[in-house]
């Protein structure tokens, strides 16, 4: 089946610095994928939804010089948190597919911490 | 815009119990609904999904019938297990309108206890 992998699973970082999560489809050319933020408790929320070598599409609220997303291949997207401040710690989970009739397939999610 | 309703819980039942999970939604036209699990620490996984009105998704025991006409798509289980404890979400897919794939829009999620 489609199996779409995200490293890294956790990551701890310093307050003003950035980090990159990627997401990769191993099996699949994922010709869309998306980015969601999980909050505690709370439902996950769709930030931006990228397609290959287009750029990301923001959901209304997200920073987008915050948040940046590439999708430079059809297999590999990733995100970079710049300038991280501890409101950013989040899990954040990417989403794959190859069209709307193939299914969303999701990575395992990384937990980032802030301090 | 779209959104979807479920009941939060936390929900605790003993094994062997009737599991019902209430979701409801709210979209134009006709979105794909889907079930999503998601076990401490790890990502979603699909459970069900459902395309078209009074399509039956099923999977693992579970089941849930796209009802359109009261915009539902309850997850329900006969006899749920200990491993059955995890987080069930609700989502949909908005209808095709041209263009590529679309981000899913998922309900709060609704944590599932199961004791022995």
């Known amino acids: 089946g489609a199996v779409v992998s995200q490293h890294p699973s956790r990551v701890i970082c310093k307050s003003g610095t950035s980090v990159k999560i990627e997401c990769r489809s191993l099996?699949?050319?994922?010709?869309?994928m998306f980015w969601y933020r999980q909050f505690p408790k709370k439902s996950l929320m769709l930030m931006a939804t990228?397609?290959?070598?287009?750029?990301?599409?923001?959901e209304q609220g997200v920073e987008k010089d915050k948040f940046l997303i590439n999708h430079a291949s059809l297999t590999l997207s990733t995100l970079t948190v710049t300038s991280a401040h501890p409101e950013d710690s989040s899990f954040y989970i990417c989403s794959a597919t190859l069209d709307r009739t193939y299914g969303y397939t999701f990575g395992s999610g990384t937990r980032l911490t802030v301090v | 815009g779209n959104s979807v309703t479920q009941m939060e819980g936390p929900v605790t039942l003993s094994e062997e119990a009737f599991l019902t999970i209430n979701c409801t939604y709210t979209a134009t036209g006709y979105p794909s609904l889907f079930w999503y699990v998601q076990y401490p620490g790890e990502g979603l996984q699909l459970l069900l999904k459902?395309?078209?009105?009074?399509d039956k998704g099923s999977n693992k025991g579970f089941e849930a019938t796209y009802r359109k006409e009261t915009t539902s798509f309850h997850l329900e289980k006969g006899s749920v297990q200990v491993s059955d404890s995890a987080v069930y979400f609700c989502?949909?897919?908005?209808?095709?309108?041209?263009?590529?794939?679309?981000?899913?829009?998922f309900g709060k999620g609704t944590h599932l206890i199961i004791q022995p």
């Open positions: 099996d699949f050319q994922a010709t869309t």
């Open positions: 459902a395309t078209k009105a009074d």
């Open positions: 989502a949909l897919s908005a209808p095709y309108s041209g263009g590529g794939a679309d981000g899913l829009t």
């Open positions: 990228s397609n290959e070598g287009s750029k990301a599409t923001y």
